[in-house]
């Protein structure tokens, strides 16, 4: 038995793992003690998240370079230690949401009513990141329960923050529905460890191949109902549109940049690491619900009049995309699905930060009384308008390099299989680019180009715009600058992106360096 | 001693999925807390059900005495308990400040972020 125990002390390095968890979890705890001292508490949180991208980045090259990374806690090795893993895909998600954290810190100084700050809105965006830090990173399928329901709670109290009724609504579907899904979740876990008596990840990638398929499709049949919920997938994603819009704008794009990715990182997890052969099984219903998902987001957001609403649609259109990937569950369709969730990230979050400039600049949250910004504010008009290129996937942004690896994966799988479903889901994809160009073309003409209200008679200007304060054009419009810059540059230069990709659908597709990090390879009893 | 605990935990989920698919907010509350109860349930049988030996070694044993009850189910349920519970306090929080603020506790009268009747798809361009 004394093998179950470690005898060794940690390499100094792999404590990286924990490090962006434990600091956020921290920094969470100190900012409530420090609930009093509030000019404190930005500057605490800023630095802590700072701290936490830097160490994410320090995590992200490591695991580059040496392959996975893992950590065992409490000296009892795995399968019976809870252990941290960080694969290049963890990571690098993990380091695009700090990175977005960051953003929106300084963005959410423009315009948090003082309340908002007194509720505690620091504390709550730090536990969230831990949250979601702690979902990309943890190397156990219990533990990955354990952060969906930090990030959850941590979710529900940004959303319900300031307690306007419109809030009380939304909280109450998304808490709901959200909770029914991680209850799920736990199901599927009581019977996965009822069947292969683990719940580790690298040990069940080991013991289901030798398990019954039909037994473990079901098992991930109620994964994917649990995380397809998470993710808002085409069945179950009424709760999306019906809360996203809800908080403030800084919330909404917090939200919106990172809760559904972590649905999306667990399906490609669970399915196509974990249990392979269910995927395999599964793939049918997979592809059925990407095609739904890919479909009918872009077309809620084109008959959909409030700003932040439509953008809700699309955050579901672009889930579509990635479930697409999963689907297909070849090389390319998982390198799509990989690179697709680090666009999403930042386009709709970037998407979600104009959105609320927009709000402010007019005073409006209906795209109908919006109208005659371009006049007015040239520069939000310009980042909606690379954004929206990015979300819609035109080549020279963002969005084009997923769409097209994702392209790919189903041209190769109708190619070598003759697979419809592969088929479908191309025609899907391109039937999902059109659409988005659609939704988003007519919002950015709708709010921009047109020169008043809906329905006015006059050409003349839309007299209700406010002029931006300096603070809220120096913030706002900065932070949103510089993710479009962002979201720019890796577009024009995809190599970093691509190469990720390749990685990522790699490491996924042949778990054996991840398993041998945890120390399990050749270990089984 | 399996079979019952099963039959008790598909009871559960029947009962939850009957309280779920109600409109009022408190009875979909109940319903949430019976169905976490019968996750609880069933990881309880997805584990072991046995002889209640506690799983302690004794000093200088390598294993227990016994065929002894697995720790794991019951460690993994007493977190999801916690959770749950603090999810459960959360949302009847939640649920009161709605009836009292939107004064409904029926969801079919919750319409604020999706009025009913709302506005029709944009007609221009």
Same mark, same amino acid.
């Given at each position: 038995m004394s093998g179950a125990m470690q005898d060794f002390a940690t390499?100094? =390095?792999?404590?990286l793992v924990i490090l962006p968890v434990v600091l956020a979890l921290l920094g969470g705890a100190v900012l409530l003690m420090l609930r009093e001292a509030r000019a404190a508490q930005f500057w605490l949180a800023l630095g802590t998240v700072a701290v936490i991208f830097v160490s994410d980045i320090a995590l992200a090259l490591r695991v580059s370079e040496t392959g996975p990374v893992a950590m065992t806690m409490g000296r009892w090795l795995p399968p019976f230690g809870i252990s941290f893993v960080a694969d290049l895909t963890g990571a690098v998600f993990a380091l695009a949401a700090a990175g977005v954290t960051l953003l929106l810190l300084v963005y959410l100084r423009m315009d948090m009513p003082d309340r908002a700050r007194r509720d505690g809105v620091y504390p709550l965006i730090l536990l969230l990141l831990a949250g979601v830090s702690g979902s990309f990173l943890t190397g156990d399928l219990f533990n990955l329960y354990v952060w969906f329901e930090v990030m959850l709670i941590a979710s529900f109290g940004l959303m319900v923050l300031g307690g306007r009724n419109i809030q009380l609504d939304g909280t109450i579907k998304y808490g709901f529905l959200n909770f029914l899904a991680t209850t799920f979740f736990l199901a599927a876990l009581g019977l996965l460890y009822g069947t292969l008596g683990t719940l580790n990840m690298a040990d069940i990638v080991g013991r289901a191949a030798e398990a019954s398929p039909a037994v473990l499709a079901s098992i991930a049949a109620l994964l994917l109902l649990a995380f397809g919920m998470k993710a808002a997938a085409f069945p179950v994603n009424a709760w999306l549109p019906a809360s996203y819009h809800a908080p403030p704008p800084a919330i909404s794009a917090l939200m919106a940049g990172l809760l559904t990715k972590v649905g999306v990182y667990a399906l490609l997890r669970a399915l196509?690491?974990?249990l392979p052969a269910s995927r395999d099984l599964l793939a049918p219903v997979l592809a059925l619900v990407a095609i739904g998902t890919l479909i009918l987001g872009p077309l809620g957001a084109i008959a959909e009049t409030n700003l932040r609403r439509a953008l809700g649609f699309l955050v579901i259109g672009g889930i579509g995309a990635t479930i697409a990937g999963v689907a297909l569950g070849n090389a390319a369709g998982l390198a799509g699905s990989a690179t697709y969730v680090l666009h999403a990230m930042l386009t709709i979050t970037g998407l979600y930060l104009v959105a609320g400039l927009l709000e402010a600049l007019t =005073?409006?949250?209906d795209t109908r009384r919006m109208g005659g910004i371009y006049a007015v504010a040239s520069l939000p008009s310009v980042l909606f308008f690379v954004l929206m290129l990015a979300v819609a996937g035109v080549p020279p942004f963002l969005g084009f390099w997923p769409k097209l690896l994702l392209v790919q994966g189903g041209i190769e799988g109708w190619g070598f299989g003759r697979d419809g479903w592969a088929l479908a889901l191309w025609i899907a994809v391109l039937g999902n680019a059109l659409l988005t160009l659609i939704a988003v073309s007519r919002l950015w003409a709708h709010i921009f180009w047109r020169p008043g209200h809906e329905a006015a008679t006059t050409e003349a200007p839309n007299p209700d715009l406010k002029p931006l304060a300096p603070r809220v054009r120096r913030l706002g419009l900065g932070t949103a600058g510089v993710l479009t810059l962002v979201v720019l540059l890796l577009g024009v230069w995809p190599e970093p992106l691509l190469g990720f990709g390749r990685e990522a659908a790699a490491g996924l597709l042949q778990p054996a360096n991840y398993v041998a990090a945890t120390g399990l390879a050749g270990a089984a009893p | 001693m399996d079979h019952v605990i099963a039959a008790l935990s598909g009871v559960f989920f029947t009962a939850a999925i009957y309280l779920l698919l109600s409109r009022a907010l408190i009875r979909m509350l109940l319903g949430m807390v019976l169905l976490g109860n019968a996750v609880n349930l069933l990881i309880l049988v997805a584990g072991r059900l046995g002889?209640?030996?506690?799983?302690i070694a004794l000093d200088?044993?390598?294993?227990? /005495?016994?065929e002894a009850a697995n720790p794991l189910p019951q460690a993994l349920i007493l977190t999801a308990i916690v959770i749950g519970f603090a999810m459960f306090a959360f949302l009847l929080v939640l649920a009161y400040r709605a009836y009292q603020? /939107?004064?409904?506790?029926?969801t079919d009268r919750m319409r604020i972020t999706e009025p009913r009747g709302g506005p029709q798809p944009p007609m221009s361009y």
């Open positions: 390499h100094p =390095g792999d404590w196509v690491m974990l =005073g409006e949250t | 002889r209640i030996v506690p799983p200088g044993a390598r294993a227990p /005495l016994a603020s /939107l004064e409904a506790d029926d």
